[in-house]
């Protein structure tokens, strides 16, 4: 069985995944309000993946025998001033769920377990690839300024991102293939 504090520090974790999720879900309608349909997709694809994580972490505390603690889920932005200011704050949101993370993997070496510690690194390492993504387009932007033929080209590039399950063998995981 996993140490109650390393129990509840994942369940502060599921809760930090499951608002990402519910942030890039509200993203997404922001995006749709603004008729870019690429964007909508991509940053749908985002909640889908960060449910995903939540999800992948509460799997992992049953298979250590622990109960979920269920922390509340807090609201998240609705409103945008523009693309570029929702891809800095998704920038800025993964800098802090990094931060989260590497915590995470810290205390789980302090207490000694490996186990947990290899798990984490596991999200430690993708959020090495969600920064630059969201760097990318954050630059992306940038340089396409008020440029909206430009803008709509990019669209069309986040149109084509699809959702890919990274843990197609973990079982736990109702509902997704
Ligand atoms: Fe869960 O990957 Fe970003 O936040």
Redesign the pocket.
């Known amino acids: 069985m996993i140490k109650p504090v390393l129990a509840d520090a994942i369940s502060k974790q599921i809760n930090a995944?499951l608002y990402?999720a519910y942030l890039y879900l509200a993203m997404s309608a922001w995006a749709d309000a603004q008729g870019l349909d690429g964007m909508k997709n991509w940053l749908y694809v985002q909640y889908q993946?960060?449910s995903v994580?939540g999800l992948h972490l509460y799997a992992y505390l049953l298979d250590r025998d622990a109960a979920p603690a269920f922390y509340p889920i807090e609201k998240p932005e609705t409103s945008w001033d523009s693309p570029i200011a929702v891809f800095e704050h998704v920038a800025r949101h993964?800098a802090h769920?990094t931060a989260l993370l590497n915590d995470l993997a810290t205390l789980a070496m302090q207490e000694k377990d490996h186990a947990t510690y290899q798990f984490v690194m596991w999200?430690v390492n993708?959020?090495v690839e969600?920064e630059a993504n969201a760097d990318k387009i954050g630059k992306r932007l940038g340089l396409i300024g008020d440029n909206k033929g430009q803008l709509l080209t990019l669209d069309a590039e986040l149109a084509a991102r699809t959702f890919v399950n990274p843990f197609p063998t973990t079982g736990a995981i109702p509902g997704v293939a």
């Open positions: 995944e990402s993946e960060e994580h993964e769920v999200y993708e959020q969600e």
